[in-house]
């Protein structure tokens, strides 16, 4: 079986935050640049993605981590980021609507392709992006397809509360239970316990019990849980998720190469 790429080779901390004061980053000048002289915004922000160097930065006092375990991309995240600036200096040079789908839905802009959205990102960038939409977009999809299976089978037989789902879930997936894998998740981490997590830390978690499945489950299972966690975000987004190569997953799941 093909191992998850571990991408730290392509994005390198550079020891600075990208916002400073009046300091702003090389990328954010060349993107609003670009946009301002005729290039569509689209193309424009994939390739300041493609350029941009930092996993992770503080602005405004919060913690952007773009990198996850320096093996998955959220490049939402960062086109999240790399938009607001544009908007905050160049206000309604992106129309806001197109901006929203795109951060709502994952759609790329209109004139970007799949193809083009992998060469702008380059190789490494790209499968860790893969990385990020199996190893957190598809792995929460999955958790509430289990979820409803669960539900659906407790209200047979009169049990409509939620007290205990999350750890019947839990054993489904990861045969164990959620206080159990916090409790690893945070010793592996060399972190004290906490019941809270900020939306990075519970995007990391994910992402952890996402290759702790992937360590415990034979690839026929591997490939169904796939499908179903594909299927319910199908369902949630009510369009096939974007993934832009989800054939890529293939030598992650398929039973030949294990």
Known sequence: MEEIVDSRSFIKD??????????????????????????????ALLGAIGRWASPRETLDGAELIYLLGGEAFDWLLLAERLLRHVEQTSPGLIPTAAMERLLLTGHLPS??????????LGFEKYRAHLNFFYGVVVEE???????????????????HHLIGV?????????????????????????ERTSVKFSMTEWKEFTYWMFKHRLAHQDSSR????????????????????????????????????C
């Open 166 to 190: 999350h750890d019947l879930v839990c054993q489904r997936l990861y045969q164990t239970d959620m206080k159990t894998l916090m409790r690893r998740f945070r010793k592996e981490r060399n």
């Open 141 to 159: 999809a999955l958790w509430l397809a289990v979820e409803h299976e669960v539900q659906k089978e407790r209200g047979v037989r009169g049990l």
């Open 14 to 43: 550079t020891g600075i935050d990208y916002l400073l004061g009046n300091v702003t980053s090389p990328v954010l000048r060349e993107l609003v640049r670009d946009i301002n002289t005729g290039t569509p915004w689209g193309p």
């Open 222 to 257: 591997i490939a169904s849980d796939t499908r179903k966690g594909l299927a319910m975000l199908e369902n949630i987004r009510e369009v096939a998720p974007q993934v832009y190569g989800e054939e890529a997953f293939g030598s992650i799941a398929n039973e030949d190469d």
């Open 111 to 120: 004139g970007v392709t799949p193809s083009y959205f992998r060469e702008a």
